[in-house]
């Protein structure tokens, strides 16, 4: 069977050889009459001017201009409102700073980097957070205010043995401390019957 020979209604002209391609990116290229070159020609340089400027990092910062339209603004990205609201606590930080010193040794009289006692961590903690506490456990035992056992919040600091032993709650009913001779800066499990006071610094 022969070529079947390309028949146009009038509604369209004949695609010359001259004919312009429109690339349209993800469905592909087109031929359109050259009547329309001109505009083919413009979405053409659109979409390259666009597909450059998503592939440059930091392209968007400014504004996407396309085309010579009117930049548009840079996107504006806002964290949650819950997320803005929140902001560290001294607690919160004093709690991660002592958590970098967990396998510290314990020296009696010890206020830290390297080694301490149990309110020498807490001191040296507090002061990671721009906090400054008193030296000593039963000093420590009247900053703050109380906190009941059962509304304890990581952060929080906790006296125990009858006022000579203070840690920090890290949650989970466990205490982050320097604990005693021969055991290093470590978690050990908080009772309840072991409470003294509890207090909160707040900034």
Known sequence: MGAMAATTTGAFPAITAQAATVDIPGIGSFDVPDDFAPQVQQFNQTVKDAQTALATPGALG??????????????QFQLPGLLQQHQQSPG???????????GAQYSWGATGPYSFDCSGLVQWAYKQAGVELP???????????????????PGDIVITNGGGHVGIYAGDGKLLNAVQTGTPVS?????????????????
């Not at 978690?187 to 006071?197: A, E």
């Open 135 to 153: 030296r000593t456990s039963f000093e420590q035992s009247n900053v703050g205010a109380p906190v009941a056992y059962q509304d304890l919040q």
């Open 62 to 75: 400014g504004g996407l201009n396309i085309g010579g339209a009117p930049a548009a603004p840079a996107p």
């Open 187 to 203: 978690y050990t499990h908080l009772h309840s019957d072991d409470v003294v006071t509890a207090r909160r610094i707040q900034a």
């Open 92 to 102: 919160d930080i004093a709690l991660q700073a002592a958590a970098t010193k967990v």
